[in-house]
């Protein structure tokens, strides 16, 4: 396997032209924090059908910040903003993992995650972003991809399988020990499995 590279904040990964918008993927900076945590505020209210749900306090989200930086700069953990004029519409991260059990232990994989805001779903982003992916695999030689995501999301199940990726594992979603998130969890109203879906590449 080829090594990846490192990558510092504000650095462009690429970009997709949307109908004459310019949509920028890149490692976030200090200054998107406050955009970040907005997004996933909303994501996880659309999501979960939570009538009021705020991620976690800016400080919180400045030492995870601190140490996504930490982990793009290795190349192997990389998370990312997708940008339209200006506003995050979305994130996505790829990891690379080696498996641990089963029949491919042993064999590297490339976790990839996308969330996306529901006001620009159905306009083809999350699959120009997982065909980048797909090619960023091939590139330097890795021949597993597991895609992770909810299984009740629809959308994002008939896009996996449109890319030939098929639902290998459901892990069951259990709620966090914390007895405030355990709350919360639970004033969601249901509880999600997480589907991990495989995809291998010629």
């Avoid at 998370?79 to 995050?88: C, N």
């Avoid at 779903?121 to 091939?138: H, N, P």
Wanted: hydrophobic letters at 35%; a positive charge.
């Amino acid at each position: 396997m080829k090594n990846f590279p490192s990558y510092t904040p504000g650095q462009i990964l690429t970009k997709f032209d949307l109908k004459g918008e310019e949509l920028i993927i890149k490692v976030p900076e200090e200054r998107d924090i406050v955009d970040i945590r907005e997004l996933l505020s909303k994501i996880a209210r659309d999501f979960y059908i939570a009538d009021r749900y705020d991620y976690p306090s800016i400080d919180s989200m400045r030492d995870r910040y601190n140490r996504v930086i930490k982990l793009a700069k290795k190349g192997k953990d990389v998370y990312f903003i997708g940008q339209i004029k200006g506003k995050t519409i979305l994130t996505t991260n790829y990891s690379i993992k080696k498996i641990m059990t089963g029949k491919y232990k042993g064999k590297i994989s490339m976790e990839i995650g996308i969330s996306i805001d529901k006001d620009y779903q159905k306009k083809g982003i999350g699959g120009k972003i997982l065909d980048f992916f797909i090619e960023m695999a091939r590139g330097v030689g890795i021949k597993i991809i597991i895609g992770r995501f909810f299984h009740e999301n629809f959308d994002s199940l008939v896009l996996c399988k449109s890319r030939g990726l098929n639902v290998y594992k459901i892990e069951k979603n259990k709620p966090p020990c914390n007895k405030k998130w355990k709350k919360d969890f639970h004033k969601w109203g249901r509880c999600y499995d997480r589907v991990n879906s495989r995809l291998f590449i010629e």
